[in-house]
């Protein structure tokens, strides 16, 4: 198959996981919700893992994966929390400011510098935010969309993901230098489920039960962040990750449309628009 449409399956499955989240476990804690979107995908891709061992790694690579494991699992109760409580257009647009944080994470921990086109695909990104809120800003004048994001909790919380991401991405690609990205991968999104799991045993072992409470929702969501797992490892194993990355961006629109069609949220057409923009920038940022 060719990378791109297994990348829209990708983006896809990651949206709709976010949209059945939504819509069917919207009562479940924060804590709980990171137990379905991690654990149950680990189990799931645990045969994955086994087929594509990790190559013998030095002290480094476990030094990063301590890190890393911590800053996923934070990142994911925001995600979570985010979705859960606020309409989708509001929240995932916002995960396009991964790359433009990356600008300061790679430049800070790589020494990586951001070309003129990439600078332009900030303002595509700034400029998509700014059209999101632009009505909702209200007569407030040019600031008013910058207040009206500010002061929304599910778009500052997915902004803070935006943030995690940016360091989770510098450090994974730090710790991927030890393996080839297939074995990398299988091993990861395991080791993070695994972590999940282990937080939820140490600090209430209650939380499992969300694992069995519903059992065909847990599973459809479980499975469509497995399928999106599986995808990208597909995807990026037959082209550069900076393309894939940049279509598998494209799950935004996906959220966005799921909102319109699930979830009764209004002004499709600017929302599209704007979440189009954010598309376009975070490709020339990361190409």
């Keep these: 198959m060719e990378w791109f449409p297994i990348t829209l399956l990708c983006a896809f499955s990651l949206a709709s996981a976010d949209a059945m989240t939504k819509r069917w476990l919207g009562d479940y ?56 409580d606020a309409p989708l257009h509001l929240t995932l647009p916002y995960l ?28 595509l990104v ?21 207040r009206a994001l500010l002061s929304r909790r599910g778009s500052r919380l997915m902004l803070a993901v935006a943030a995690i991401y940016s360091l989770t991405s510098v450090m994974g690609k730090q710790a991927m230098q030890y393996a080839d990205p297939l074995s990398f991968g ?17 600090h209430r072992p209650a939380l499992l039960g969300a694992l069995v409470r519903r059992p065909l929702a847990n599973l459809a969501v479980g499975a469509a962040m497995a399928l999106m797992v599986v995808t990208h490892f597909l995807a990026i194993a037959q082209v550069e990750v900076a393309y894939m990355i940049a279509v598998k961006r494209t799950s935004l629109l996906f959220g966005i449309l799921y909102g319109a069609l699930l979830f009764g949220e209004r002004d499709l057409v600017r929302n599209l628009g704007a979440g189009s923009l954010m598309v376009a920038g975070v490709a020339l940022i990361i190409l």
Excluded: H, Q
């Design 29 to 84: 804690g924060g804590r709980e919700l990171v137990l379905v979107r991690l654990a149950l995908p680990a189990l799931l891709l645990v045969p994955l893992a086994w087929a594509n061992p990790l190559p013998a790694v030095p002290l480094p690579f476990w030094g990063w994966i301590g890190v890393l494991v911590p800053l996923e699992l934070a990142a994911m109760l925001l995600y979570v929390v985010a979705i859960r």
């Design 186 to 202: 299988a091993f990861y999104y395991p080791a993070v489920g695994a972590g999940a799991l282990l937080f939820a045993l140490l």
């Design 96 to 123: 396009a400011f991964t790359p433009v944080f990356n600008v300061a994470t790679g430049y800070l921990l790589l020494g990586e510098t951001v070309s003129l086109r990439g600078f332009g695909g900030i303002l």
């Design 126 to 146: 700034v400029g998509g935010a700014y059209l999101l809120d632009l009505k909702r800003g209200g007569n407030g004048g040019w600031l008013a969309p910058v």
